[in-house]
């Protein structure tokens, strides 16, 4: 039992930055994996950012060189801050959080989703 909350969604202006936060809680021990994912009507949902088993960030290629993806807070919590946001940035953004073990997904855990849109 793992719960994913979400924040931070919302109205930003084109060219702005958005801070969203996803806190993990409830049965946690065993995910070792933890980002970011976005959707748009139409297209499949596309990984934005997370951590790996270690600890080391990666970041999708069109989002790479304006975000960051960090650690915050007393619980398993991570952040994603992106900047000069355009309207391929309008989307669903989902928290995921995973156990990834001998090379297979065994826990995988999803956020309700928090809805970011650019205006022009």
């Known amino acids: 039992q793992v719960q994913l909350v979400e924040s931070g969604g919302g109205l930003v202006q084109t060219g702005g930055s958005l801070r969203l936060s996803c806190v993990a809680s409830?049965?946690?021990?065993?995910?070792?994996?933890m980002g970011w994912y976005r959707q748009t009507p139409g297209r499949e949902r596309e990984l934005v950012a997370y951590?790996?088993?270690?600890?080391?960030?990666y970041y999708a290629d069109s989002v790479k060189g304006r975000s960051t993806i960090s650690r915050d807070g007393a619980k398993p919590t991570v952040v994603l801050r992106m900047d000069n946001l355009d309207s391929e940035d309008t989307a669903v953004y989902y928290c995921?959080?995973?156990?990834?073990?001998?090379?297979?997904?065994?826990?995988?855990?999803w956020g309700k989703g928090t809805l970011v849109t650019v205006s022009s």
């Open positions: 409830g049965n946690i021990f065993r995910l070792n994996v």
């Open positions: 951590f790996d088993s270690r600890g080391t960030p």
């Open positions: 995921n959080a995973r156990g990834i073990y001998i090379g297979r997904v065994g826990a995988d855990y």
